[in-house]
């Protein structure tokens, strides 16, 4: 999947320079009815004549100046995991209900080991839930109860860990699945936040660095309201296993967002579950460009915990944050150690108007 | 494999074809089948960057090469720790021993250092560092003429002033000469080893699957042992070779001396890798004044002509200038250390025969290692080996 999904691509170009005004978006032109030629005569007026790839369906992404481009590969291949995808993918499982009315929810979790594409033609050698880095999100509700059966398909031995209250015997520390083997984590949901689950056999950095980690997604009884949600889990890769990384990025592909930005509209709350799993790094951020937003720290009040522009996470924590675009244009999120925004940790949101 | 005469009929030939049949049979089947040890894991990647160039402000190329058994894919370049776009040519797959092009649009600092990481496919690094950017003189005649007036002023000049010592040599006593003639032994085998020893230096910055170190040293023999021939030959009768001869074979070794010094010069101010002050080339200057009297040396008891003089000095002195345009324009160390080589060579001979001019001219009852000799000899490494401190590193 190469193509920004929904309506990202019913906006106009934004504006990459001051001079230009902003809030003239492609759908009130292609309303007009000669869409073409208004589109034209638009970009004509907006200095933006022989630009042709406004009448394209994809918007044109800002250029930066070589930063964050790329070679003779230009993006990755289109058969892999999509971060565009994952990014609003929510697993709820199998769900049916129990004798004493809450909800089961059923997840079958593969451990693989798996070449995955983190940068336009760079691979790295991953473990993985599923065949995909990050794992897939769960998403459930406080007091729902979880099991996952975790089969071991790699090469080493692997467990899940999951954050939350459970019992010792199923805080997959203990009982190591061997390659072939298997183990059933059973727990409820508790308590509501966002949380997630990783490898937690030694030795530790190798084996959550390699990929094996995810969102854990536990909803309050009652819900959030209503917002566009995005998952963010940052990560990093060390493709020469220097203990350094090579590669940053949220959701696995660096600058991916840059590539295909998020889509979101003025007005409308966007709800970003956060996550940092990086490793190597002591701390990570994100910053969002001309935005203020609300920290829920670790998510599990309903009540913001700060009012900011940036956010640090060590490694582990997470926060669910939530903001609102008052402009239409494509606005900048990325971590603020600028090393790590510059080597595949930033991104766009293609804000539309409403 | 050739058959003697005397073998007789096809015995001969039936065995050389049966041994090419099996040499190529067994080659057959291993490539067909394998040896049993081919890798599982992921390729070995290797790449070399050659040579990096500043053309323009906002613009980095980089010349790689593939000295590893396996082809390397180039899919993402890091400069200063930050993704950057970029191109390659002639493809993103380099071959092995094959070469690329990488330029990348990058707004680099003058007179600041920049550290550049080529990512392969399989996510291994290859990084490089550009010490000093300045900006990579272009082809241009100013270029040509300032490092072609750099080579003279290292290479000509210096060998010059040292032949000019010949009238004052001719005036020396048996022992004098037997003196400077050590002396001249002396500075050679010090030009011999510096030669060699930045051969093997620069052979270790080649792309190893040139295997260039042994190379080097192969070259070097090779130049010693083809030079040493053709000196047999000049000297048909036996004994020393005349004067002249002798004086040009040193003027020889010399000159591809300075011509890897030329190379090293042009190529580090190409790159900015040293400012050429002005103490730089004063110390070049000396230490290669003594290059021009061991020339001067042999011809001591014979009367040249200034002509040949001039021949001596452009021998010994101009191929500097040829290093510091080859250096300065397409320095590249697989060539440079191959040079380097020759001159090592070329040195060993004229230290053979001078050595052997030397030798001739002790009395029986002395032989060769009178004091003088000794004193010569070492005077010319410790001459060599002090002036070579004037010059940085």
């Given at each position: ?92 499982g199998r769900a049916s209900t129990l004798p004493d009315g809450r909800t089961l929810r059923e997840y079958d979790f593969v451990a693989v080991d798996k070449e995955i594409e983190i940068a336009p033609g760079v691979w790295f050698p991953a473990w993985t839930y599923n065949g995909r880095v990050p794992g897939p999100t769960i998403r459930c509700t406080e007091g729902d109860r979880i099991r996952v059966n975790f089969s071991n398909a790699g090469s080493h031995p692997h467990t899940i860990h999951f954050h939350g209250f459970h019992p010792a015997n199923m805080d997959g520390v203990f009982e190591i699945v061997e390659p072939g083997d298997s183990f059933v984590y059973e727990f409820d ?166 | ?226 030079l040493l021939a053709v000196g047999e030959r000049r000297r048909a009768g036996g004994g020393t070779l005349e004067p002249l001869a002798l004086a040009g074979f040193i003027a020889l070794g010399i000159g591809l001396h300075n011509f890897g010094e030329g190379l090293a010069i042009g190529a580090a101010l190409s790159t900015g890798a040293v400012g050429l002050g002005t103490f730089l080339v004063v110390g070049f200057t000396l230490h290669n004044v003594t290059e021009g009297i061991g020339i ?98």
């Amino acid at each position: 999947m190469s193509e920004t999904p929904n309506h990202a691509s019913d906006r106009t170009d934004p504006p990459d320079g001051p001079e230009k005004p902003k809030g003239l978006s492609r759908r009130t032109l292609l309303k007009g009815g000669a869409a073409a030629g208004l589109a034209a005569l638009g970009g004509a007026t907006l200095g933006l004549s022989g630009r042709q790839q406004q009448l394209e369906p994809r918007t044109e992404v800002p250029n930066l100046h070589g930063a964050g481009g790329t070679g003779p590969v230009e993006d990755i291949s289109p058969d892999g995991f999509d971060p565009t995808a994952f990014a609003t993918d929510f697993d709820y499982g199998r769900a049916s209900t129990l004798p004493d009315g809450r909800t089961l929810r059923e997840y079958d979790f593969v451990a693989v080991d798996k070449e995955i594409e983190i940068a336009p033609g760079v691979w790295f050698p991953a473990w993985t839930y599923n065949g995909r880095v990050p794992g897939p999100t769960i998403r459930c509700t406080e007091g729902d109860r979880i099991r996952v059966n975790f089969s071991n398909a790699g090469s080493h031995p692997h467990t899940i860990h999951f954050h939350g209250f459970h019992p010792a015997n199923m805080d997959g520390v203990f009982e190591i699945v061997e390659p072939g083997d298997s183990f059933v984590y059973e727990f409820d949901a508790d308590p509501f936040g966002l949380h997630l689950y990783h490898c937690h056999t030694t030795p530790l950095k190798r084996h959550i660095h390699k990929g094996l980690y995810g969102a854990f997604i536990v909803d309050p009884a009652e819900g959030r309201p209503e917002a566009r949600e995005y998952v963010f889990v940052m990560n990093g890769f060390d493709t020469n296993f220097d203990a350094e990384n090579e590669f940053y990025a949220v959701n696995t592909v660096a600058f991916h967002y840059m590539r295909h930005p998020l889509p979101a509209t003025v007005g409308e709350r966007v709800r970003l579950y956060v996550i940092n799993t990086l490793e190597f790094d002591l701390v990570n951020s994100l910053h969002v460009h001309a935005n203020f937003f609300d920290v829920y720290r670790t998510g599990t009040r309903l009540e913001p915990d700060e009012f900011t522009d940036t956010v640090m996470f060590c490694q582990g924590e997470r926060h669910v944050l939530e903001l609102e675009f008052r402009h239409p244009g494509h606005f900048m999120f990325h971590a603020h150690q600028s090393e790590f925004a510059e080597l595949g940790w930033m991104g766009f949101f293609d804000v539309a108007e409403a | 494999m050739s058959p003697r005469r005397d073998s007789g009929g096809l015995a001969g030939p039936l065995v050389g074809f049966t041994v090419v049949v099996a040499i190529v049979g067994v080659l057959a089947f291993l490539l067909a089948r394998g040896v049993g040890l081919e890798r599982a894991a992921p390729p070995i990647e290797e790449l070399t960057v050659d040579r990096i160039e500043l053309p323009e402000p906002g613009r980095i190329v980089l010349h790689v090469v593939n000295g590893g058994p396996d082809p390397v894919s180039i899919h993402q370049v890091v400069v200063d720790d930050a993704v950057w776009a970029f191109s390659i040519e002639p493809e993103a797959t380099v071959g092995r021993l094959k070469r690329a092009t990488v330029e990348i649009p990058y707004r680099w600092v003058e007179g600041e250092a920049h550290e550049i990481q080529l990512i392969s496919r399989n996510g291994v690094t290859f990084e490089e560092e550009i010490a000093v950017a300045t900006e990579t003189p272009t082809a241009g005649l100013g270029w040509f003429l300032r490092l072609a007036l750099l080579g003279v002023y290292v290479g000509v000049v210096p060998v010059a002033l040292g032949l000019a010592t010949h009238p004052f040599l001719t005036r020396l006593g048996e022992r004098g000469l037997d003196f400077v003639l050590a002396l001249t032994v002396g500075l050679l085998v010090f030009l011999a080893i510096d030669t060699m020893a930045e051969a093997v230096e620069l052979a270790g910055e080649v792309a190893s699957g040139f295997h260039a170190p042994i190379l080097v040293w192969t070259v070097a023999i090779a130049t010693l042992v083809g030079l040493l021939a053709v000196g047999e030959r000049r000297r048909a009768g036996g004994g020393t070779l005349e004067p002249l001869a002798l004086a040009g074979f040193i003027a020889l070794g010399i000159g591809l001396h300075n011509f890897g010094e030329g190379l090293a010069i042009g190529a580090a101010l190409s790159t900015g890798a040293v400012g050429l002050g002005t103490f730089l080339v004063v110390g070049f200057t000396l230490h290669n004044v003594t290059e021009g009297i061991g020339i001067a040396a042999p011809l001591a008891e014979s009367k040249p002509r200034l002509l040949h003089f001039a021949w001596l000095a452009l021998l010994a002195g101009g191929p500097a200038v040829i290093g510091c345009w080859i250096g300065g324009f397409v320095f590249d160390p697989l060539w440079g250390s191959l040079f380097l080589a020759v001159g090592a060579g070329a040195i060993v001979q004229v230290v053979v025969e001078v050595g052997r001019l030397v030798a001739t001219r002790s009395t029986a009852e002395m032989g060769p290692w009178r004091g003088e000799v000794l004193a010569g000899a070492l005077a010319g490494l410790a001459i060599m080996y002090g002036t070579a401190l004037l010059i940085p590193a």
